[in-house]
Structures are given as structure tokens and as C-alpha cells.
């Protein structure tokens, strides 16, 4: 499986953005997909995972990040409004087949990876 992060750019604290994540193959529909994001000289954060039905979002950012799935379009999207300048960060999505639900969180749960795209908010 190959993904594709797109959508991040500079955006202005309160603002939105819309991260797309494309996957290669055609049972992509059926793989887990999360979000984590890794801001600068920190270790790489959980943000939000959907799969088989059903979603969860972090703590730091639930109220503010829907995620959702096109399966017509192998995508996965992570929608962030609200934006705080804590938000700045590269975003990466991952993918795995399987995942234990306990494990959902988990950089090491994800055998695939895209290659990230930066969220940039100003204060």
C-alpha cells in the first residue's frame, strides 16, 4: 500500500484545513488509516484513527477534527477547523490491514506511511 498526504499549508489561528490521504490498492477500504502528527523536536502524536466501522479522535483535538472516509476515492480525510498554533505540525497518515483496537494509538500498529504534509498556524 502506498498513501498520499496532502492539503496542509499556512493558515491563520481559528482557521481550517482539509488533509486528504490517498491510498494505492483496491481493498485500501478495508485497511485502518490514522493520522499522527510530529512537531518540531518532539516524538510523533496520535491524532486520529478510522477502521472498520469506527473512528477515534485524541484528546487534544476532539471538538475540532472530524475524520472520514471515501471509499469511492481510497481516501481518508482529516477535516481541522479551530485551528491553534499547538495544531503546527507535519501531519503523516498510516495504514495497516489489522489493528488491535488497544493498539489504535500506536506508531508501531501502522506498517504503512505516507510522507507527511505541514500544517503551519500563526498566532
Known amino acids: 500500500v502506498q498513501l498520499q498526504a496532502s492539503g496542509g499549508g499556512l493558515v491563520q489561528a481559528g482557521g481550517s484545513l482539509r488533509l486528504s490521504c490517498v491510498g494505492s490498492?483496491?481493498?485500501?477500504?478495508?485497511?485502518?488509516v490514522a493520522w499522527f502528527r510530529q512537531a518540531p523536536g518532539k516524538d510523533h502524536e496520535f491524532v486520529s484513527v478510522i477502521g472498520r466501522g469506527t473512528s477515534t479522535v485524541s484528546d487534544s483535538v476532539r471538538g475540532r477534527v472530524t475524520i472520514s472516509r471515501d471509499s469511492t476515492k481510497n481516501t481518508v480525510y482529516l477535516s481541522m477547523n479551530s485551528l491553534k498554533p499547538e495544531d503546527t505540525a507535519v501531519y503523516y497518515c498510516?495504514?495497516?490491514?489489522?489493528?488491535?483496537?488497544?493498539?489504535?494509538?500506536?506508531?508501531?500498529?501502522?506498517?504503512?506511511w505516507g510522507q507527511g504534509t505541514q500544517v503551519t498556524v500563526s498566532s
Open positions: 498510516a495504514a495497516s490491514s489489522t489493528v488491535i483496537t488497544s493498539q489504535r494509538r500506536n506508531r508501531s500498529a501502522y506498517a504503512y
Open positions: 490498492g483496491s481493498d485500501f477500504s478495508r485497511y485502518h
